[in-house]
């Protein structure tokens, strides 16, 4: 492992801000983490565990431990008749491990590609994308425990996952690394359609079976064509969650604002209301808050105007979050994580 202090982080975050951490970690291999336990740092302030950071918000001084894996590793553990078991190390970038399954032949992440990233993240947040969860193609993960020094596999259905949710962001938040995530992929490719601007993107395309490839590179065509590349403008991808309200509040909401935007969720007794509609309603789409501002192709997204803080980040978020409280009353929750 690498120990470097006052370390500048603004490479290390998509926002782009420029915040220093104490001691900055890089653990180049699963060996590391028992010199890491050893060295006494984790008892020296807190520690926070970063992949790409291309989903939190970084303060300007983090007074602490940042721990970073970038071991990379992708193996086929087992085949079985019905799917592969695939292994992939926390430092593996996401979009390379989406691509490199698609080139093998094992299927069910194709809905997922390019989104940034680390493989040792997608579990926290259970990232997701045009109808796909990273649960459906999870099978388990393994992580170390640094209160306990223990390491650990944690089946699927003990991650609690949910709508950008997990365990990792409750009891095993601040106290776990992930250090490698078992997938289980399918051997033969059936496109998932379910989501209709997918299913349209793709039927332009005049294709009628599409290949895996296909519909991977349709994904990252839309979401090239919604969100900013984070190479030239800083941003952590959609900044709210979707916020989930009872169907009897969406028929409320209709009344008033017939064209609201909704999806329906479950068995039907709660609607997922499109947030970003809902900000770019209270007249936020494109505007600026200081350094920071509302992408102007998609509300959802904050984004770095040029040298923002974290402060002026969670102050516009605050803004945001109080105007859709009195014009809907719907509270919005912040998908990115605030450190
Ligand atoms: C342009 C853009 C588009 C995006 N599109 C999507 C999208 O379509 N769908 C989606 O779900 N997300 C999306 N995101 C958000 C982000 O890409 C995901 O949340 C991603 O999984 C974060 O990975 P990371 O390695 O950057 O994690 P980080 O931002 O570094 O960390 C995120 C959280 O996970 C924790 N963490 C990271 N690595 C580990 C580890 N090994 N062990 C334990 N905890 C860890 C961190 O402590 C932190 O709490 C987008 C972001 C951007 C910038």
């Known amino acids: 492992m690498k120990i470097q202090t006052n370390f500048n982080l603004k490479n290390h975050n998509t926002f782009g801000i420029n915040a220093v951490a104490d001691r900055f970690v890089t653990m ?5 983490y028992e010199d890491l336990m050893r060295s006494g740092l984790l008892h020296d302030g807190p520690f926070l565990v970063l992949g790409a950071g291309s989903n939190v918000i970084l303060p300007d001084h983090y007074h602490g431990t940042v721990v970073h894996p970038v071991h990379r590793n992708i193996r086929q553990i087992v085949v079985d008749r019905n799917c592969n078991f695939i292994e992939a190390s926390a430092g593996t970038p996401w979009s390379f491990f989406v691509d490199y ?5 094992w299927y069910g992440l194709e809905n997922l590609a390019g989104i940034p990233g680390t493989v040792g993240a997608a579990p926290v947040q259970n990232v997701g994308a045009y109808g796909i969860e990273a649960k459906d193609v999870i099978e388990s993960v393994h992580y170390f425990d640094l209160l306990t020094g223990q390491q650990c596999w944690i089946k699927n259905d003990a991650c609690q996952f949910g709508y950008r949710h997990s365990i990792f962001k409750t009891e095993l938040a601040n106290r776990v690394i992930v250090d490698r995530v078992r997938f289980h992929l399918a051997k033969g490719f059936t496109p998932q359609l379910g989501y209709k601007a997918l299913a349209a993107a793709v039927d332009q395309r005049g294709v009628v079976a599409p290949t895996a490839r296909q519909v991977a590179d349709t994904v990252v065509a839309l979401r090239n064509s919604k969100l900013p590349d984070p190479a030239s403008i800083g941003s952590a991808g959609s900044f709210f969650k979707n916020p ?3 169907s009897g509040k969406y028929h409320e909401l209709r009344l008033q604002f017939p064209d609201v935007v909704a999806f329906p969720v ?5 609607v997922k209301l499109a947030a970003g509609w809902l900000i770019e309603h209270c007249g936020w789409k494109g505007r600026s808050m200081g350094n920071v501002g509302v992408y102007d192709k998609q509300a959802l997204v904050l984004v770095n105007r040029g040298g923002c803080t974290g402060s002026e980040v969670r102050q516009l978020a ?6 859709v409280k009195n014009k809907f009353d719907v509270a919005l929750d912040c998908e990115a ?3």
């Open 28 to 32: 180049e291999s699963p060996d590391d």
């Open 101 to 105: 399954c698609i080139a093998n032949e």
């Open 244 to 246: 989930v309200v009872p």
């Open 266 to 270: 479950g068995d039907g007794k709660e």
């Open 318 to 323: 605050q803004a945001i979050i109080n105007d």
């Open 337 to 339: 994580i605030f450190v």
